[in-house]
C-alpha cells in the first residue's frame, strides 16, 4: 500500500507534522472507524471520521470522533446555513476523488467548508484518514484545523 496520497502530499506541502498508519481494513465492519480504532488500539474518541454532507445543497465535510454520531442540526448551525443532509456516497466519492471508507479532509478536489468536533480538539492528537482505505494520518487537531480552516463546534448528536 502506498503511503503517499493527495492528503499526505498536501499537508507535507503545508509544512504540517504527521505520520501515517496502516491497519486492515475490513469492508464488512459495521463502523469503519471504529473497526480502525480497534485496530490501531486508539481510544474511538482520537479516531476521527471524515464525512461529506450537503448544506443548503452545497458541498461540507465534517470531521466527528468514529464512535459519535453527527447532529445535522448542529453542522447547519455551526457552518451558518439552514439545514444539512448527508452526502450519498456516490456523491461523495466523485467530489472527493476518494473512495468510501478512504475519504480525507486532506487534498480533495475541491476545498469546501469544514467542521471538526469541538471535543476532539482536546486531544493530544487524532488519527484522520489519509486518502486510502486502511490508511491514516497522526496529527496535532490543531494543525488540522488551521490547514482545513476548519471551523471546530459541537456538532455531535
Do not use: W
Not at 482520537?46 to 464512535?67: N, Q, Y
Request: hydrophobic share 45%; charged share 25%; proline share 6%.
Amino acid at each position: 500500500m502506498s503511503k503517499a496520497t493527495r492528503a499526505t502530499q498536501m499537508l507535507a506541502a503545508a509544512g504540517i507534522a504527521f505520520t501515517v498508519h496502516d491497519y486492515v481494513y475490513d469492508p464488512d465492519a459495521q463502523s469503519i472507524g471504529l473497526q480502525a480504532a480497534d485496530a490501531l488500539d486508539e481510544p474511538p474518541a482520537r479516531v476521527l471520521k471524515t464525512l461529506m454532507a450537503e448544506l443548503d445543497g452545497k458541498p461540507v465535510c465534517v470531521i466527528a470522533p468514529s464512535d459519535c454520531d453527527v447532529s445535522m442540526k448542529k453542522l447547519a448551525a455551526a457552518l451558518r446555513g439552514k439545514s444539512a443532509t448527508m452526502m450519498k456516497p456516490a456523491a461523495a466519492e466523485r467530489f472527493t476523488g476518494y473512495h468510501v471508507g478512504g475519504i480525507s479532509p486532506f487534498g480533495q478536489k475541491k476545498r469546501v467548508p469544514t467542521a471538526i468536533e469541538e471535543t476532539a480538539m482536546l486531544e493530544p492528537y487524532v488519527l484522520i484518514n489519509a486518502g486510502q482505505r486502511g490508511l491514516l494520518l497522526r496529527i496535532d487537531p490543531e494543525d488540522a484545523r488551521r490547514v482545513l480552516d476548519a471551523v471546530a463546534a459541537d456538532i455531535v448528536a
